[in-house]
């Protein structure tokens, strides 16, 4: 250490570059050596060409069996399509549905990627819930825009192979999922024709014709689910995809058990390695059908060339690495950087233009890198910088091999700068070095928010305008790094970004580009009578200190707000501005979003900021639009407080706030004739039942209250963890997973004068337009009579369902089951799910 002082003080440094004494003696949180056989997998993938290509529907659809054979076991270029996001799907930790479950289960794949060693792809579909047939599905999404998404994908992958997780024959399955493999079977005939998508081939694509492309044996009735059924056993390939991983140890099974429990959101968290139980536990082979393509008989790969023989001068590069993986030296990884840098010097000099080789080029240079032991730690002080904003980069590198390494420069693309200004020779006398400097974020930098939320899509597709991250899981870097080393006369370039120096060691966070303060409706949804005026409150939150600002809000024709503007100034980070607008809403029924612009100098932002903090995930900051929906309606409601146990999540009980009640949150231990005492009915939450172990023991007193006039209302349970029924005051009902997917199914009404369609609002078929994603969901098969059906629906097609509301009296009151999707239409503002939510609260009153 005292060796490198001198060093630190005879350096002659630019203005813009402070070398700090204190960062090299402590650079921070360098992570442990490199693993010998962690490196030794990666150069057996680098030598490895052969890819693979699986394509499903959503978020833990894919078989992360066969990904980590794929990657693990045969060290294959292996990457999962999944056409969605996940965005239309339950949510069992929290109440983030839509576009905030779709980044979720976004980042919830790629931590199950990092596991079991694939990559991550995307389309711009919007996964709308559940569809019973692929028809309806890809009339909702763009056909058209979906198949360019996966053909891009294809271009750009160039796989050998696909694979399809489900049959494209409709079974009894989703309509997304028939979907992705119909989809997926025509771009595989496409990708190979300059003809199609030629927009393509102009921005820098070149065709790219797979071999051949299966269904798995879950797609065609072979595996765990079945979807279809086959008599080609002519057309079929097994592979035997057993084996342990030589990195971890552990079995594929257990592997990819651990990759597939990553799927939190939807209740796959469980898994224990060792205890079995992993997904496909039991099965040690992988049925394949073909779909396309040329025939295979023994493997999915036959005849395909999986080595560098097939890239024109790569036979030598090849044979080199073969050598050095018969000859790898683990006890000492430098003594393998001789031969590395020979290959490296030999793919140097392959044409440019094939993606798969300029992976292969990057993966070589991180095998070096790790060889020579060198690591890079970018920090910043904190994640949030606003446009504009000064930020000290720390940029930290370490090496524990002696062999002489020139640390040339720190490069910063985005902004298009280079710190050259100090050269630092590595080895066993400086093993550490540190570059500090002031870089500006440029004030044109956009507020982060995922790629494809920043502009409006519609119910079917996300609108994104940069086609060069179509296909991408996450944005690219606000502000990457690349550290450059010079090697026995070669360039390493090492990529990197900034993470927070207050980053928990195994959650980083990188750079979120946050405005200088951020808006926040106090409420999301704001009920109006026809021709009224109430104020619509909204915070102003500061992040940044001093800030003046003027805030504005905007409603379309018929609306009126008033004053036009409030102008103010935020001292310190811990006040806010509270402020209040007065909203007149037209003299007739009418759903408005009311939007919010803050001025801040000559900027203008409208941000929100939402916090989502998992501990399997990283940290998200989302900041949308804020945005609140102004609802003018006619409705009534009777009775003033209203109990609700919290389910697995949702925002009824903020709608009920705003539809006038009282709303008393009833935890565990509440649910007793004391606490019910007073309240005119209780709501309870989607799957509380599944959530909630209290509610089992509650039901004598729940009951009691509903014989002494109170209302329960019980949204939607699952067929789950064994839970086949369930029983109210004694009344039993039978689970199911009925279901009417469409949205503007027609409402037949069964029993037209139950109070429930008539007081104290009357309902009519107008009050069902306007509903989204689906009428509802987990209707029940069977129930007791006591029980009366309001309504009847169905999808086209299908006999009527009959129980998607039923109504029991019990005494005085009345218990009340629904499947109707009132989670997600009151929150969407709808007039009519929040007339008939008011009635079922009033039953009685």
């Given at each position: 250490m005292r060796n490198l002082l001198p060093l630190i003080l005879s350096t002659r440094l630019s203005p813009s570059l402070v070398v700090c004494a204190a960062l090299l003696l402590a650079p921070r949180a360098f992570a442990a050596d490199p693993n010998p056989a962690a490196v030794l997998q990666e150069l057996k993938s680098f030598d490895s060409m052969g890819s693979v290509l699986l394509i499903a529907a959503h978020p833990d659809d894919e078989d992360t069996q066969l990904l980590t054979y794929l990657a693990h076991g045969r060290n294959y270029r292996a990457a999962y399509l999944s056409v969605t996001r996940g965005d239309g799907g339950q949510n069992v930790l929290g109440d983030q549905f839509g576009p905030e479950l779709g980044v979720i289960r976004t980042h919830e794949l790629l931590s199950a990627r990092q596991l079991d060693g694939a990559r991550q792809f995307f389309t711009r579909a919007i996964d709308f819930g559940f569809s019973k047939d692929y028809r309806q599905t890809l009339s909702v999404w763009d056909e058209q825009g979906v198949l360019s998404d996966i053909v891009r994908v294809i271009r750009e992958f160039r796989p050998d192979v696909m694979v399809t997780r489900f049959s494209t024959i409709p079974g009894n399955t989703h309509g997304h999922h028939t979907a992705s493999a119909v989809l997926g079977l025509h771009a595989f005939s496409l990708a190979g024709d300059p003809n199609q998508f030629p927009e393509q081939l102009k921005e820098g694509l070149t065709v790219w014709q797979p071999k051949r492309i299966f269904t798995t044996g879950f797609g065609i009735g072979m595996g765990r689910g079945g979807g279809g059924a086959t008599t080609q056993n002519d057309s079929l390939v097994r592979v035997d995809r057993s084996g342990t991983d030589p990195v971890s140890g552990l079995t594929f099974d257990d592997l990819s058990g651990l990759s597939h429990s990553m799927h939190k959101t939807q209740g796959f968290g469980t898994f224990t390695p060792g205890r079995g139980g992993g997904r496909g536990a039991g099965q040690r082979s992988e049925t394949l059908q073909l779909q396309a393509g040329d025939p295979a008989s023994k493997d999915l790969m036959d005849g395909i060339d999986t080595s560098w023989n097939r890239v024109q001068g790569g036979a030598q590069i090849g044979k080199l690495a073969d050598d050095l993986i018969a000859n790898f030296n683990a006890t000492d990884l430098s003594t393998n950087v001789k031969t590395l840098l020979a290959i490296k010097a030999l793919v140097a000099k392959l044409p440019a233009g094939n993606p798969i080789v300029e992976e292969k080029r990057a993966l070589l240079d991180k095998i070096i890198v790790e060889c020579l032991g060198i690591q890079v730690v970018t920090t910043i002080r904190n994640a949030e910088v606003v446009p504009g904003e000064k930020m000290e980069v720390r940029a930290s590198v370490k090496m524990s091999s002696t062999m002489p390494v020139n640390f040339l420069a720190v490069r910063y693309p985005s902004i298009g700068r280079d710190l050259r200004d100090v050269a630092i020779r590595l080895g066993s006398i400086e093993p550490t070095a540190a570059k500090i400097s002031s870089e500006t974020l440029p004030a044109n930098t956009p507020i982060s928010q995922p790629y494809w939320l920043r502009e409006q899509g519609t119910r079917g597709m996300f609108r994104v305008d940069d086609v060069s991250l179509i296909g991408r899981p996450l944005n690219p870097p606000v502000f990457p790094v690349e550290y450059l080393f010079d090697v026995g006369g070669q360039t390493l370039v090492v990529p990197d970004e900034p993470v927070a120096e207050n980053s928990p060691a195994n959650r980083p966070r990188?750079?979120?580009?946050?405005?200088?303060?951020?808006?926040?409706?106090?409420?999301?949804?704001?009920?109006?009578?026809?021709?009224?005026?109430?104020?619509?409150?909204?915070?102003?939150?500061?992040?940044?200190?001093?800030?003046?600002?003027?805030?504005?809000?905007?409603?379309?024709?018929?609306?009126?707000?008033?004053?036009?503007?409030?102008?103010?100034?935020?001292?310190?980070l811990t006040d806010r501005a509270h402020l209040t607008f007065d909203v007149t809403a037209p003299s007739k029924p009418d759903v408005a979003n009311i939007t919010a612009d803050v001025q801040v100098g000559d900027a203008h932002f409208d941000n929100a900021r939402i916090e989502i903090d998992y501990p399997h995930i990283p940290f998200i900051l989302l900041q949308p639009k804020a945005i609140a929906k102004a609802v003018s309606l006619d409705l009534s409601i009777r009775g003033k407080t209203v109990g609700y146990i919290t389910g697995a999540g949702d925002s009824v009980d903020a709608a009920l706030a705003q539809m006038g009640y009282t709303v008393v949150t009833l935890k565990p231990g509440d649910i007793t004739p004391d606490k019910l005492s007073g309240l005119d009915a209780v709501v309870v939450g989607v799957r509380a039942f599944a959530v909630r172990k209290d509610l089992a023991a509650a039901m004598p007193a729940l009951t009691s209250f509903v014989q002494a006039g109170g209302n329960v209302i019980v949204q939607y349970e699952r067929n789950e963890q064994g839970q086949n029924s369930i029983s109210l005051g004694g009344y039993s009902l039978q689970l199911s997973a009925n279901r009417v997917t469409d949205p503007n199914a027609t409402m037949t009404f069964l029993a037209p004068d139950h109070p429930a369609v008539n007081v104290p609002n009357k309902i009519t078929p107008d009050d069902f337009t306007g509903w989204v994603q689906e009428r509802g969901t987990y209707f029940p098969s069977q129930w007791d009579d006591h029980f009366v059906p309001i309504f009847a629906c169905n999808d086209t097609g299908e006999a009527p369902l009959k129980s998607s509301l039923l109504i029991a009296q019990d005494g005085k009151g009345y218990f009340v089951y629904t499947g109707l999707g009132f989670f997600r239409q009151l929150p969407a503002g709808n007039p009519g799910a929040y007339r008939l939510f008011a009635n079922l609260v009033s039953l009685g009153k």
């Open positions: 990188t750079i979120d580009v946050i405005p200088p303060v951020s808006l926040k409706f106090l409420s999301d949804v704001a009920l109006f009578a026809p021709g009224s005026k109430h104020s619509i409150a909204i915070d102003v939150i500061p992040n940044r200190a001093n800030v003046a600002c003027t805030l504005r809000l905007a409603a379309p024709s018929g609306w009126t707000i008033s004053p036009a503007e409030q102008t103010f100034t935020i001292a310190t």
